[in-house]
């Protein structure tokens, strides 16, 4: 898949730009990071308390998203995670439309890459097309994007519009420092737990 590996490369947008525009002036927004890049690429946007960054729960981050967004359903829920974690989970797409909950905002950062096993090609850089698998799945609003103009456009309808939302933003691939969430999973557990519901919560 060389053309498309290059094509990959080549693509304007990039994630260490994208991903802090997404959380700008989040207010009590509630994200789920899925492992590897996007965690990273949260953590270099400003580690917070009210981000859950996933380890080593590939293909989770979707559902994870989705029960939140039923559990907190006062409380605009975004999930952004990459091709190839997506790409494990797609069964969450057509749970996510049955269930529709109108708070909840995936994003996917496709690079159509594997980053965290060596960059390989993931299915995005063939034929598979995530926006059409979330609207072939159900999900009312669905879309990939490539372009600084594709973002201006998806960044207010990610933060409000009526879900459920699904986002594919093609990114760059490239290698960037890590940028690494704490790594103890009671702690973050607890963490994310005491800023939502306060630190008295059971």
Do not use: C
């Amino acid at each position: 898949m060389e053309m498309e590996s290059a094509r990959s490369e080549q693509y304007p947008l990039r994630r260490r730009e994208v991903v802090p525009r997404l959380l700008a002036e989040r207010g009590d927004l509630l994200v789920v990071t899925g492992l590897g890049a996007p965690s990273w690429d949260a953590t270099a946007a400003g580690d917070h308390p009210l981000t859950f960054p996933l380890w080593g729960a590939m293909g989770a981050a979707a559902m994870m998203g989705l029960g939140l967004a039923l559990a907190q359903p006062k409380r605009r829920v975004l999930v952004i995670t990459g091709d190839g974690e997506m790409l494990m989970g797609l069964g969450a797409l057509p749970t996510i439309a049955a269930q529709a909950p109108k708070n909840l905002a995936v994003v996917v950062l496709d690079n159509e890459r594997y980053g965290e096993t060596g960059m390989q090609t993931t299915h995005t850089a063939g034929p598979a097309d995530l926006a059409a698998i979330a609207v072939g799945a159900g999900i009312p609003v669905a879309a990939d994007i490539f372009d600084e103009d594709g973002l201006a456009d998806a960044l207010p309808r990610i933060r409000s519009e009526p879900g459920p939302v699904f986002f594919n933003i093609k990114i760059r691939a490239e290698d960037l420092p890590l940028a690494l969430p704490p790594k103890d999973g009671a702690y973050l557990k607890t963490r994310f737990r005491a800023a939502l519901l306060g630190p008295g919560a059971d």
